[in-house]
């Protein structure tokens, strides 16, 4: 079992920056990625960017030059940079690792940005 928690959520203005942490806990010998998801009130839950066990970095063009996605090994902790918000980034973020075969997420934080 892998055990993940998110923080640094809150309420930012448009043009802000905010810093998410996931720390993850167990069984975390074998996880090959993680990744950071959101969700919109009655949208569908989003990929939002992925770092690999390998330190590879993936992002849609959404985000892409506003969101940093870093991982602190001593720690068991990944980040999300994001800068530049925009009202559109309001949502809840939830923390992924994946195993082969086995998705963990963490509880979410809520992320909303005023204009």
């Known amino acids: 079992q892998v055990q993940l928690v998110e923080s640094g959520g809150g309420l930012v203005q448009a043009g802000g920056s905010l810093r998410l942490s996931c720390a993850a806990s167990g069984s975390i010998f074998s996880i090959n990625a993680m990744s950071w998801y959101r969700q919109a009130p009655g949208k569908q839950r989003e990929l939002v960017a992925t770092?690999?066990?390998?330190?590879?970095?993936n992002y849609p063009d959404s985000v892409k030059g506003r969101f940093t996605i870093s991982r602190d090994n001593a720690k068991n902790t990944v980040y999300l940079q994001m800068n530049n918000l925009k009202p559109e980034d309001t949502a809840v973020y939830y923390c992924?690792?994946?195993?082969?075969?086995?998705?963990?997420w963490g509880q979410g934080t809520q992320v909303t940005v005023s204009s």
């Open positions: 992924n690792a994946w195993k082969i075969g086995i998705d963990y």
């Open positions: 770092i690999t066990r390998l330190s590879n970095t």
